[in-house]
T-cell receptor
Framework: DTAVSQTPKYLVTQMGNDKSIKCEQN?????MYWYKQDSKKFLKIMFS???????INETVPNRFSPKSPDKAHLNLHINSLELGDSAVYFC?????????????FGQGTRLTVV | ELKVEQNPLFLSMQEGKNYTIYCNYS?????LYWYRQDPGKSLESLFV?????AVKQEGRLMASLDTKARLSTLHITAAVHDLSATYFC???????????FGTGTRLQVFP
């Protein structure tokens, strides 16, 4: 079983469209993240949820809205897609607190906006 | 501003040689991780360093952490081609959930 799974793996869409990326973890972790990796491979934290509660919200445009229906899922919805949104988006999960583990990453979603 | 910087950004080295990648961070932290990323792939966890003076070794890679100097190193011994990848350090900001990644070091090992 894949520990952290994202769908879709590839997403090609036109400017102005709205799209969602889904993430699920089966590790029993309490914290999930979204990261954006640009063409230069820099990994930038976007959001973090702990037990369904938004903990970290970096300077990300309002067009990006995360949703966590339960602590095993963290989805990312993007409105009015722009060319600059093209990147690889990674979901990750970890367990904060006693026995904290490293973050485990999904396989990534390569988003291309045309 | 919080910074996690790696040095060098690019490293081309010959098989059999040794080298060290440095990770400097500007915030208080007692947890640091090293990851490996192959082209087009996800991030694979290599090391978890949880205390000052921690040293971990796996094969030809050894990682260490000095929390007072805010410095971690990843030492490569007798490099082989299979080690070619991008290596990231990542720091957990003290008392938060924030996991911040370094700039990455792209390593290429040639014969």
């Amino acid at each position: 079983d894949t520990a952290v799974s994202q769908t879709p793996k590839y997403l090609v869409t036109q400017m102005g469209n709205d799209k969602s990326i889904k993430c699920e973890q089966n590790l029993g972790h309490d914290t999930m993240y979204w990261y954006k990796q640009d063409s230069k491979k820099f990994l930038k934290i976007m959001f973090s949820y702990n037990n369904k509660e938004l903990i970290i919200n970096e300077t990300v445009p309002n067009r990006f809205s995360p949703k966590s229906p339960d602590k095993a899922h963290l989805n990312l919805h993007i409105n009015s897609l722009e060319l600059g949104d093209s990147a690889v988006y990674f979901c990750a999960s970890t367990h904060i607190g006693r026995g904290q583990t490293e973050a485990f990453f999904g396989q990534g979603t390569r988003l291309t906006v045309v | 501003e919080l910074k996690v910087e790696q040095n060098p950004l690019f490293l081309s080295m010959q098989e059999g040689k040794n080298y060290t990648i440095y990770c400097n961070y500007s915030t208080t932290s007692d947890r640091l991780y090293w990851y490996r990323q192959d082209p087009g792939k996800s991030l694979e966890s290599l090391f978890v360093l949880l205390s000052n003076g921690a040293v971990k070794q796996e094969g030809r890679l050894m990682a260490s952490l000095d929390t007072k100097a805010r410095l971690s190193t990843l030492h490569i011994t007798a490099a082989v081609h299979d080690l070619s990848a991008t290596y990231f350090c990542a720091v957990v900001v003290y008392n938060t959930d924030k996991l911040i990644f370094g700039t990455g070091t792209r390593l290429q090992v040639f014969p």
